[in-house]
T-cell receptor, first 111, second 114 residues
Framework: GNSVTQMEGPVTLSEEAFLTINCTYT??????LFWYVQYPGEGLQLLLK?????DKGSNKGFEATYRKETTSFHLEKGSVQVSDSAVYFC??????????FGTGTRLLVSP | DTGVSQNPRHKITKRGQNVTFRCDPI?????LYWYRQTLGQGPEFLTY????????KSRLLSDRFSAERPKGSFSTLEIQRTEQGDSAMYLC????????????FGSGTQLSVL
């Protein structure tokens, strides 16, 4: 079946450090891939997405590339800020009108 | 900014009681979804409505769970005879015609069953 595996957190970084959060997936067919972010006390927000192999999604300095050969969609940012502290969820479109989420990775950025 | 609104934010109930949650989607979004999120896990799909029609239900949605969207606007999720295992965050999301390609989530209803 469809599934998403994310690296466990928390990921603790200093401001301006480089961020990578790993995400790999198992899927039948060719799903779309997503990163959602959840800030404290708020609902999940779509951060970026990619709909086919080799597509790169980007938003707010974050980016991720859909790698079919390694079944991965790693999230990266060149220089994190304190305001990026949140929980990040990788997800795929797992069939009719359904998203399948990973377990989430908490990011903590200190000044 | 009228995002997806969920009420109540928190609900504490005793085992065996019935509870009902409400979700008001973004105006004119014809697609509405319910997800459940337990501690340390990602959201899990429960059910999907297109307008007033419930088009898909997860096997997670036992016969104690029922969801409605009677006029194609707000939706309710009812859990009958609650169990401790029902304790979770219940999330609602809505979407325009893009469907799962662009979901807008509410802040959720946190249910605690004692």
């Amino acid at each position: 079946g469809n599934s998403v595996t994310q690296m466990e957190g928390p990921v603790t970084l200093s401001e301006e450090a480089f961020l990578t959060i790993n995400c790999t997936y198992t899927a039948t067919g060719y799903p779309s891939l997503f990163w959602y972010v959840q800030y404290p006390g708020e609902g999940l927000q779509l951060l970026l997405k990619a709909t086919k192999a080799d597509d790169k999604g980007s938003n707010k300095g974050f980016e991720a590339t859909y790698r079919k050969e390694t079944t991965s969609f790693h999230l990266e940012k060149g220089s994190v800020q304190v305001s990026d502290s949140a929980v990040y969820f990788c997800a795929l479109s797992g069939g009719f009108q359904k998203l399948v989420f990973g377990t989430g990775t908490r990011l903590l950025v200190s000044p | 900014d009228t995002g997806v609104s969920q009420n109540p934010r928190h609900k504490i109930t005793k085992r065996g009681q019935n509870v009902t949650f409400r979700c008001d989607p973004i105006s004119e979004h014809n697609r509405l979804y319910w997800y459940r999120q337990t501690l340390g896990q990602g959201p899990e799909f429960l059910t999907y409505f297109q307008n007033e029609a419930q088009l898909e239900k997860s096997r997670l949605l036992s016969d104690r769970f029922s969801a409605e969207r009677p006029k194609g606007s707000f939706s309710t999720l009812e859990i009958q005879r609650t169990e401790q295992g029902d304790s979770a965050m219940y999330l609602c999301a809505s979407s325009p015609d893009e469907g799962v390609e662009k979901l807008f989530f509410g802040s959720g209803t946190q249910l605690s069953v004692l």
